[in-house]
């Protein structure tokens, strides 16, 4: 079966950085797209960043950019989202996403195949 574990989150001060882990299992990892996605109480889930592992193609939501990095890990079939510069409105559960996927570009959010439990991340002011 294929499963998405999220680790990482926690409760951080405003101006600090986390990073976040999605570890896949029961899927050869390479082949797919995996997506960061975060929702808030009381709103919809929006993106925050993908990569396209067969390209090592990466995007990012304009309002994350410049504060957000992802990176890969093949050998440990593990993608890691680095949060900086966090603010009270970054406050949300995280979730990451999979899908097989062979473009360079990343998927749309309906796209996503499985998703993972998600990991909380609190900013305090």
């Known amino acids: 079966d294929v499963q998405l574990v999220e680790s990482g989150g926690g409760l951080v001060q405003a101006g600090e950085s986390l990073s976040l882990s999605c570890v896949g299992s029961?899927?050869?990892?390479?082949?797919?797209?995996i997506g960061w996605f975060r929702q808030a109480p009381g709103k919809e889930r929006e993106e925050v960043g993908c990569i396209s592992l067969q390209y090592n193609t990466r995007h990012y939501a304009n309002s994350m950019r410049g504060r957000v990095g992802i990176f890969s890990d093949l050998a440990e079939n593990t993608v890691t989202l680095r949060l900086n510069n966090l603010s009270p409105d970054d406050t949300a559960i995280y979730h990451c996403?999979?899908?097989?996927?062979?473009?360079?570009?990343?998927?749309?959010?309906?796209?996503?195949?499985?998703w993972g439990q998600g990991t909380q991340v609190t900013v305090s002011s």
């Open positions: 996403a999979a899908v097989i996927w062979y473009d360079r570009k990343c998927p749309s959010l309906h796209e996503y195949s499985y």
């Open positions: 029961g899927f050869t990892f390479e082949y797919y797209a």
